[in-house]
């Protein structure tokens, strides 16, 4: 059997089978996180994983889900529309 190595904030190093972790897929970049229960403490944990850690994942058999961005407004957009609000460029097209 598989085991995944990683750690708990709590705990440090930790070792897991697949089965135990979920793998939060994002869409549009092919990065995520993942999420696991400590086996020692209970918690559960949430790490960012990247393209690397992904692929290792999805290799060794972890269950995913594709977390759907593509909603009505993200972060970035809110962030570039208060940007764009702060910039203050807004005011000149208002007559
Ligand atoms: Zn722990």
Known sequence: MTQIR???????????????????????????????????????????ANHRVVSILLATGVAYEVVDDGGPITEVEIRRFIDALDSGEWADQIK
């Not at 549009?28 to 086996?39: E, I």
């Open 6 to 48: 990683t750690t708990c904030a709590a705990c440090g190093e930790v070792e897991l089978i697949p089965a135990e972790l979920t793998l939060e897929l994002t869409a549009m970049n092919g990065t995520g996180a993942y999420l696991f229960l400590c086996p020692t403490c209970g918690d559960q944990q949430r790490r960012p």
